[in-house]
């Protein structure tokens, strides 16, 4: 048996593709959308790494866009296989690809439009699949619940454990037979942290032999979750002081409806000052009620609220904005607000158009709450850049840029060791494949483990395969 890289790694952290070539059948793990400079992006995204026809099977670890987005484009390229997901991850990618081909479609037409006018100088852009794509992809999903175990190709069998990163997110299990024995391949996925809201803390599999596991934050500590709610309730308290917006930039899965389970927290604690919080993204909108009828997937106090008859998702004050004309009514007027928009790295939606009109007024903020790809807008405003670039001007950046890291949904370094040796004692572990982690983070995690004694610890290149 042997894994290929084929995405989110040699020091991507989008883009998430992993084969598994046993005997008889190749299985995809992921198929997700790699996101950075436009021009590269889009030479990564049309040829996917691999050809369709080689691929069997697909295993979904989670319905973020760079894990699930480049599903369509492979059922495009001619894949009529199955497609493994958890339900909750189905339901979510239902919304979420529908969504990403209509942001690819209104791309395409702005830009090729504003090439056609004044001769930008741009790239024309053809989008990388359409609607009935995504309908096609949605038919070959199917769904396996947590801990159930299904037979999914010739010889291998599948297990999803809850990773406690979004609604829905797995760890897959992969159990392979190999000349007549049992080498089980984990896939982390992307790993959550332990005592967020809404959702249950990450599991630990066990029997794995090979382990392929994230390492978004390899080298960094997060803020301890307790203290997210007070760092936010501060910036927006000094923005409405200023008489400003904050502009809070979300994943429209999971990061949204943290953020507003938060806010809801510090309402009804009288933290939060008494304005608008507008959230202004019919995808978040969609994807708040897939998380209404999926709390099979929540934690105890999540399921306890629900159950009373509240909802973590709704106060008041608390407006959820899906016509384009209300959107541009939160820009026009200058009452002071909170915004919270996709997407999450400033790249697409709304979120842009709200930069665009807020950014160069000091007494507006943007409050960065993700994980901000490098060559993202969101990226060039965590760095605090004077001057930043969108819809093709140039503009001075005035706005307060606040990072808050208590909201990661990725485990940190601490995490991902303390999740490796809990593996390793669970199991008879040989490998170790570090993926979705820039090269500085992949490297602090690898020397980590090695300190501690994992055996063979990889930090592979796009093409690069591991015989297991
Ligand atoms: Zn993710």
Do not use: W
């Amino acid at each position: 048996m042997q894994v290929e890289f084929v995405g989110a790694v040699g020091g991507d952290v989008t883009g998430s593709r992993h084969l598994v070539h046993t005997e008889h059948s190749s299985i995809l793990l992921d198929c997700g959308l790699f996101q950075g400079r436009r021009s590269e992006s889009n030479e990564r995204n049309r040829e996917l790494g691999f050809r369709a026809k080689d691929v069997d099977v697909v295993v979904l670890s989670h319905a973020h866009i760079d894990h699930s987005g480049a599903l369509p484009r492979l059922y495009r390229q001619g894949f009529r296989g199955p497609i493994y997901c958890t339900p909750a991850t189905r339901d979510l990618c239902a919304a979420m690809l529908e969504d990403s081909a209509q942001i690819q479609a209104q791309d395409a037409t702005y830009i090729n439009r504003k090439i056609e006018r004044n001769g930008a100088a741009m790239e024309p852009v053809q989008p990388l699949y359409d609607q009935d794509d995504v309908v096609g992809t949605l038919e070959l999903m199917v769904s396996i619940p947590y801990h159930m175990t299904r037979r999914i190709a010739p010889g291998v069998m599948l297990t999803y454990y809850d990773a406690g990163h979004v609604l829905g997110s797995a760890m897959v299990a992969l159990d392979v037979d190999v000349v007549g024995q049992r080498r089980r391949v984990v896939f982390s996925g992307d790993l959550g942290r332990r005592h967020m809201p809404i959702l249950r803390d990450p599991e630990i599999p066990t029997g794995a032999s090979c382990l392929l596991l994230e390492s978004t934050y390899g080298d960094r500590i997060h803020d301890p979750i307790e203290r997210m709610d007070d760092e936010l309730a501060d910036v927006i308290t000094r923005t409405v002081a200023r008489g400003g917006k904050a502009i809070v930039p979300t994943f429209a899965l999971e990061r949204a409806q943290e953020v507003i389970y938060a806010l809801k927290r510090l309402r009804s604690q009288g933290r939060l000052p008494e304005v608008p919080v507008y959230v202004d993204s019919p995808l978040t909108v969609k994807l708040t009620d897939v998380f209404r009828i999926h709390p099979d997937c929540f934690d105890a106090q999540a399921r306890a609220l629900l159950l009373s008859g509240d909802s973590p998702f709704d106060f008041d004050g608390l407006r959820y904005v899906s016509a384009v004309e209300d959107s541009k009514a939160i820009d026009r007027s200058d009452q002071p607000a909170v915004v919270i928009a996709a997407s999450g790295m400033c790249e697409f939606g709304r979120v842009v158009h709200h930069l665009a009109a807020g950014i160069e007024n000091r007494n507006n903020s943007v409050i960065i709450v993700g994980y901000q790809a490098q060559h993202t807008l969101g990226r060039r405003l965590v760095e605090q850049r004077p001057r930043v670039r969108i819809f093709g001007i140039e503009r001075e950046r005035r706005a307060e840029v606040a990072v808050l890291d208590g909201f990661s949904a990725h485990a940190d370094r601490n995490d991902l060791l303390e999740y490796a040796e809990a593996v390793r004692e669970a199991g008879p572990l040989r490998h170790v494949a570090l993926v979705h982690g820039e090269g500085p983070s992949r490297n602090a995690l690898k020397t980590l483990l090695e300190e501690r004694g994992f055996p063979s610890v990889i930090t592979p290149s796009r093409g690069d395969m591991l015989e297991i």
